[in-house]
């Protein structure tokens, strides 16, 4: 399939090869660095640090309190869809102390997934409105945490104060078919337009 002639965001093109990038963005804790990590068929690139005293009282930690480490720049994983075709995933960073570095991540990108969790919803609000005014594409993926509450799509999409076009999916970002479906839809989505059904296969 050539997505080059279907989206601005394509890079990396060529009449041989093909290289897609992908932004998984959310907040802090939502499960960035999981879904990469679940995905990647390399050893994904991690920049992940010791959470220390400087970050009491600025990062937000409610709903998990046992997180000890956080990504201080981005993490990166690979998926080969088929010879000459390419998924590249760049997780930014949650906090808004490192939000600078995501004009320079988003370069290119074909779109986004935007993690969110149902129990500190407003945390994805920043890359919501981010993807919105850029026009990049994106996807926003309920990552259910173990004892979170299930709201369906429609509730999720009126509280995020989106509009109907942009997917919902329910996800478990630990699990590979999961992550797969999340991707497999924003990649129809960007391309093509077109919202595939919701719900894994």
Known sequence: MDYAASSPHVTGVTSSALAIKILIAGGFGVGKTTLVGTISEIRPLHTEELMSDRSIGVDDTSGVENKITTTVALDFGRITIREGLWLYLFGTPGQDRFWFMWDELALGALGAVVLADTRRLQDCFPAVDYFEQRGIPFVVAVNC?????????????????????????????????????????????????????????
């Not at 699990?175 to 077109?194: C, F, N, Q």
């Open 145 to 201: 945490f173990d004892g979170a509450r299930r709201h369906e799509p429609a509730k999720i999409r009126k509280a995020l104060g989106i509009g109907p076009r942009p997917p919902i999916v329910l996800c478990d970002v630990r699990e590979r078919e999961s992550v797969k479906h999340v991707l497999t839809t924003l990649v129809t989505y960007a391309v093509k337009g077109v919202i595939a059904d919701p719900r894994p296969a």
